[in-house]
Nanobody
Framework: QVQLVESGGGLVQAGGSLRLSCAAS????????MGWYRQAPGKQRDLVAR???????NYADSVKGRFTISRDTAKNTVYLQMNSLKPEDTAVYYC?????????WGQGTQVTVSS
């Protein structure tokens, strides 16, 4: 079992920055991968960024060059640094982890970007 707690969401103007944090209840070394997804109203939940246990990362095309996923293994925390935010980045952002054969989700944190 893994508990994930996100934080760092909020309201920001277009062009601004936010950093999301996802604290895991156990060592992130044992996770196959961790990632950030987002879901806007009326839309499906989509992958934003992902980092594997080996440190490889991948990003949605829409955020490449603006968002960076990273991790602090000592704190069991994964981050999403979001720069040059756009109104279309507005969504609920969810942290997830792939541990063994299961996928776990956090409760989500709202990010709102005003124009």
């Amino acid at each position: 079992q893994v508990q994930l707690v996100e934080s760092g969401g909020g309201l920001v103007q277009a062009g601004g920055s936010l950093r999301l944090s996802c604290a895991a209840s156990r060592s992130i070394f044992v996770m196959n991968a961790m990632g950030w997804y987002r879901q806007a109203p009326g839309k499906q939940r989509d992958l934003v960024a992902r980092i594997t246990s080996g440190g490889s990362t991948n990003y949605a095309d829409s955020v490449k060059g603006r968002f960076t996923i990273s991790r602090d293994t000592a704190k069991n925390t994964v981050y999403l640094q979001m720069n040059s935010l756009k109104p279309e980045d507005t969504a609920v952002y969810y942290c997830n982890s792939d541990y063994g054969s299961r996928r776990y989700w956090g409760q989500g944190t709202q990010v709102t970007v005003s124009s």
